[in-house]
């Protein structure tokens, strides 16, 4: 797959591959991207060159969330460097892979070695972990679009993510399973911070509702063979069985329906979630599932698609974690706006102030119209596709919208709320 041209600076390591894949998003709003730039705005202040990483998954078990979160990205990069407000974006692309393949040791090195001082990613809980602590220390500003582990909350200044923590998604998946009457329920987990942070959360909250978890079985990544799991959970013959996993909810599920399961009682998570069609081997159609994010406008998918096929990549056919990647991007140039500096502890101390933090904040919803605000001496509040955002005290985004899931007989999903 071949490096994006779209940004006058973007470029990629010789040799890392660029992502593909597909499904999530958070709290929506009605603004899209891809404003023109204003005329007559204020003159910027500075002439910034952010040096920005980003460490995405081209492969491993999370590659199918790549190319949206990429794609966002880039579309984001291409609008605040044809803005030409302040801040000129210099992207680094590098692939992440996962815990098996370990892509990410070789990629992160070569990011820090290009001198980056912000980096959007990593997408998995486990990654982010094993490099966070490297880039704090080289005094770069991380910020995923897609961790979602409870364990991130004020985990580092120098760390912030757009997406919401799985508490709330294991809330409402634990809430939708009682209210579709199911009394018992098995759950099948994958054992790093997100896998067991969803997992508990899910439990307690279907638990808190009169319901009990009959069985639990967890797995590591890497394995190939869940039998032993399938077996232990279908023993224990549950309503329903909940399955948090990544693409390995494609070897899961057969499995359990060939255990006796009712694979139309099945309920996924935003890893797993997606339209699965003949990739899956049993009828899901009944089953559900729960991802974080409001629909977005037919016209952000559009730029996406443009962004990215721009040099033959295949079209995007889902939009997981576009908007959190898109906007974790402008956040960052914003911020650099704000603070006068590309400096990632600057940056930092102004990604508050920027989402909303402030107490007088000028509401905006565009890279070029919140910096026409910021060049101007005003204070900007940017609201973005995925959601108001707004940076608590623990660097997480405030609310977010979880949307439930139904799978037909064509296995794909459509929304229900």
Excluded at 271 to 288: I, M, P
Aim: net charge negative; glycine share 12%; with cysteine.
């Amino acid at each position: 797959m071949n490096a994006m041209k779209g940004s006058r600076t973007a470029k990629v390591f010789a040799g890392i591959a660029l992502i593909s894949a597909s499904a999530i998003v958070i709290a929506g709003c009605s603004s899209t991207p891809n404003a023109e730039p204003s005329e007559g705005g204020e003159k910027p202040a500075v002439d910034l060159t952010l040096k920005l990483g980003s460490l995405l998954p081209a492969t491993g078990s999370l590659a199918f969330l790549g190319a949206p979160m990429e794609a966002g990205v880039q579309l984001a990069v291409n609008e605040i460097n044809e803005a030409d407000a302040g801040v000129t974006i210099d992207l680094t692309t590098a692939d992440e892979g996962d815990l098996d393949n370990k892509a990410y040791e070789t990629s992160i090195t070569n990011l820090q070695n290009e001198g980056i001082t912000a980096m959007v990613g990593a997408a998995s809980s486990s990654v982010t972990k094993l490099i966070l602590d490297g880039n704090a220390g080289a005094g770069i500003l991380t910020v995923s679009p897609s961790n979602t582990s409870p364990d991130f909350s004020g985990i580092n200044p120098l760390y912030f993510r757009t997406a919401p923590s799985d508490n709330l998604q294991g809330e409402v998946l634990g809430n939708q399973i009682a209210e579709d009457g199911h009394k018992t329920l098995g759950i099948i987990y994958q054992n790093d911070p997100y896998g067991t942070g969803l997992f508990e959360a899910i439990k307690s909250t279907f638990e808190g509702t009169g319901g009990e978890v009959v069985a639990d079985a967890s797995f590591n990544q890497g394995d190939g063979q869940f039998n032993a799991q399938v077996s232990e959970i279908a023993a224990a013959k549950p309503d329903a069985v909940a399955v948090v996993s990544y693409d390995q909810f494609a070897t899961i599920a057969p499995l359990l329906g060939n255990a006796g399961v009712d694979t139309g009682s099945l309920y996924l998570v935003d890893g797993n979630l997606k339209d699965w069609g003949t990739d899956v081997s049993v009828n899901l159609e009944g089953s559900k599932g729960t991802r974080a994010g409001a629909e977005l406008p037919q016209d952000f998918l559009d730029q996406l698609n443009e962004v990215w096929t721009a040099d033959g990549n295949d079209p995007i056919d889902a939009v997981t974690y576009s908007a959190e990647a898109y906007d974790a991007v402008i956040l960052m140039a914003l911020s650099a706006l704000a603070a006068g500096s590309v400096e990632g502890a600057d940056m930092a101390e102004q990604m508050g102030t920027v989402s909303g933090g402030g107490d007088k904040g000028e509401k905006c919803t565009t890279y070029a119209e919140c910096a026409d605000i910021i060049n101007g001496g005003g204070t900007a509040d940017y609201d973005g596709l995925s959601g108001e955002i707004t940076f608590d005290e623990n660097n997480d985004p405030k609310g977010a919208a979880i949307g439930v899931y139904e799978f037909g007989a064509d296995n794909t999903t459509t929304r229900l709320k």
